[in-house]
């Protein structure tokens, strides 16, 4: 099931205040979904998630097809069980991690075979078996499967893989069977604008419970990337849930909500927390620089998260340089926080109808922007 | 300061109930004590251990030396605020893993110098220096300076060490100058019954408020371990607490208890689940082993800690196999659960004089042995 509330509209911008409900819950937008890629957010637990006013979490059908296999989730009674999560889990389709992590064999109109990345082994994924696996995996939000073209590939390319997905997604929608399940349709058409509108009129007539912006996670400038979601996103149903794909910084978000779109998710906080780099009011933090090395200050003195109530940049740049397990889920945490302390403010600011994205944008400098 | 009372003590063994008074607080004895290297017990934070019930964890002396070093702890408030751990901390001397992980330079009366495996470069310990340490780290429970002989070294060499420790045990005693943190001394002696009983006679006329039992933890066999356990504690003094170092097994734990050890460490349940070796009631479980690979059991149905509340084995399986962070902290959450319990329930059976030893031999099994 999907319901999809408009609960208010920004005045100044084309951002918009819902409420979705799913299966598993209700899920206030626009939200940021934190990516569990193989039925586990990268060091932490589902109470950690809990804790952090996650209501929706993502995970990967590529990787979760491979490992533990979609059958024996499914025979574990699904992925909310076998992770022992209880609120909502949006899976993608596969097709994206297929055409940027596996060894390809063979595409057509058929579908995709691939060599798994994890042990070589052949694997085939089409329209149908991707709504099977999902299914299987008994996500509340379920993605059609797509044809993702290289980033920089030429426009006939492009316009071949959008045919192709169109077709995919209707036959997506026939190979249904779950009530309990919305499946979304997703927009290609990488940055060339006729193909984007026509690709979104073509899957807003075929009826989807949401439709995703997809394509413009991989390579894109933060200018390409606004271009192409303040295009697309008015050319989607009002009342259906907008979900931009993979995206992203934190200013990319600000941009989004401001275009219109209700959705998010990203490595980017989960990722580069491991790597070292800690979004903060004041800017990007790099842990390992010598200027922390006796720094009794919190990451963040703004932030209230676990991580920054307890510990000093110090014992964290000392944990991170000594490669200690616990520095990976501390840091987690507090970008993870940040990422969703940021979601929960302009939902604030959009029940006041004080939303201004030139504010945050201004305010979030030097940590919204870049590839960290 | 230290304050030990003895609760009660068995009928049938030489087992003790006790309760150590240290600067943060008390710890209830028989204690087990994770091992924390380097400011942190590997893959939990304060919250964790504090939800386990740990009173009192270790600290390493050497790994906090080398990074961050213990100035810049001293400078941080010592190791209990740099690491937010308001219970009890006891720090090894160092010593052992200058022997052990270090390259050794030099080894006089003086002390040793080493150069650190972390880069390389050169260090000095020396008695006083060991002491200095370990009052910038601010532990409640400090240790002396020893020299580790290899474990099957010729005995005219372990007595040459043993007379050397000796000297440094008394060098160690007059440099100490916090009073808000006690001095244990360590008893050498390797397998040799003769050089153990004088070392604990010695030492024991110096007056320490504590007295370990060192160099038994690495190479020996179980029998040799409670050999010698059970001659050198009941040659130190009944009103001071025992600490049996660096062991061991849950077995060895419960010889240990029998014999009259107040006090235990070892990495066995933090480094075993780590390599996918969990303790359960029934045995030990080798979590990547494929009869775990569709069990929706959890790790021991008799378990209340979080990892058995709310993650079954095939959960925990997949996460060990797909390498994911998670998984290091579910099952070091259990391991730690079960070392800690087997505490708790045999303090509980001193209390009513009911500990007995067989009972728990045999019901540990094949759990309670080896080296995992």
């Known amino acids: 099931m999907l319901r999809f509330d408009l609960l208010s509209t920004s005045t100044t911008t084309r951002a918009r205040r819902g409420r979705l409900t799913l299966s598993h819950g209700t899920v206030e937008t626009p939200v940021f979904m934190p990516v569990g890629t ?3 957010v990268k060091s932490l637990d589902s109470r950690d998630l809990e804790g952090l006013g996650a209501e929706i979490i993502l995970g990967n059908t590529y990787h979760l097809m491979l490992r533990p296999g979609d059958d024996l989730v499914a025979r574990r009674g699904g992925l909310h069980r076998f992770m022992d999560w209880s609120r909502c889990i949006l899976t993608d389709s596969g097709g994206f991690q297929v055409f940027s992590l596996s060894t390809l064999r063979r595409l057509t109109d058929a579908g995709v075979t691939f060599r798994s990345h994890v042990d070589g082994s052949l694997f085939e994924l089409t329209p149908e078996r991707a709504v099977a696996i999902q299914e299987n995996l008994g ?12 980033a920089l590939a030429p426009k006939a390319d492009v316009a071949a893989a959008v045919r192709r997905s169109t077709a995919w997604a209707r036959r997506c929608l026939e190979a249904k ?3 309990d399940q919305a499946l979304f349709g ?11 509108a026509e690709h979104a009129a073509t899957l ?3 009826g989807f419970a949401g439709y995703a912006i997809g394509g413009v996670s991989v390579g894109e400038s933060p200018e390409d990337i606004d271009r192409i979601v303040r295009l697309t996103a008015p050319q989607l149903p009002a009342d259906k ?6 995206v992203g910084t934190p200013s990319d978000l600000v941009r989004g909500v401001a275009a219109g779109v209700d959705m998010f998710d990203c490595v980017m906080p989960t990722r580069n927390a491991r790597n070292g780099m800690l979004f903060t009011s004041q800017g990007r933090l790099v842990i390992k620089n010598a200027e922390h090395r006796e720094s009794d200050l919190p990451l963040d003195a703004g932030c209230g998260c676990y991580t920054c109530r ?3 940049r110090a014992y964290l740049r000392h944990l991170y340089v000594a490669k200690e397990i616990t520095y990976y889920r501390l840091a987690t945490l507090h970008n993870l926080s940040f990422y969703l302390e940021l979601m929960r403010s302009i939902r604030a600011e959009l029940e006041r109808d004080a939303f201004d994205p030139a504010v945050w944008l201004r305010r979030l400098g030097g940590a919204g922007e870049g590839a960290g």
Chains 1, 2 share one sequence.
Do not use: N, T, W
């Open 139 to 150: 996500s509340d939000i379920a993605m059609q499967l797509d044809e993702c073209p290289p």
């Open 204 to 206: 807003v007539s075929m």
């Open 241 to 246: 849930p907008r979900y931009l794909m993979g």
């Open 38 to 40: 193989a039925a586990s």
């Open 310 to 312: 307890h510990y000093s």
């Open 186 to 196: 997703i927009v290609q058409g990488a940055l060339f604008e006729d193909l984007r």
């Open 177 to 179: 069977k779950r009530g």
